[in-house]
């Protein structure tokens, strides 16, 4: 099993940048892909960013295409969350989640009952 703990949340405003960061504990880090979700005050929780367990696939929330990036390294149990341009509808509390999957290449699942293990959450709050 895996325990995620995040970093990197903060207040920045709009049109700024922010790396979130998830170490997770055990020997087992690779076996699971990773993601993260995002809960705003009244709102359910919803899928951002995933990355299979090889770092190969990466899927992501149409919200957040081509302004977040996930990225990995199993080496060092870490995944990071890589923010830009962000926006005041992205002010959240963010989760790192780990999810099981059949290959290595296997896309993240969006549907946050599928994940096996999270993380406390980091909040980002993005000013107008």
């Known amino acids: 099993q895996v325990q995620p703990v995040e970093s990197g949340g903060g207040l920045v405003q709009a049109g700024g940048s922010l790396r979130l960061s998830c170490a997770a504990s055990?020997?087992?880090?690779?076996?699971?892909?990773m993601g993260w979700f995002r809960q705003a005050p009244g709102k359910e929780r919803e899928f951002v960013a995933g990355?299979?367990?090889?770092?190969?696939?990466?899927n992501y929330a149409d919200s957040v295409k081509g302004r977040f990036t996930i990225s990995r390294d199993n080496a060092k149990n870490t995944v990071d969350l890589q923010m830009n341009n962000l926006k005041p509808e992205d002010t959240a509390v963010y989760s790192c989640?780990?999810?099981?999957?059949?290959?290595?290449?296997?896309?993240?699942?969006?549907?946050?009952?599928?994940?096996?293990?999270w993380g406390q959450g980091t909040r980002v709050t993005v000013s107008s």
């Open positions: 055990g020997r087992t880090f690779s076996s699971y892909a």
């Open positions: 989640a780990a999810a099981r999957t059949t290959y290595s290449f296997s896309y993240y699942p969006t549907d946050s009952w599928k994940s096996d293990y």
């Open positions: 990355i299979s367990r090889s770092g190969a696939s990466t």
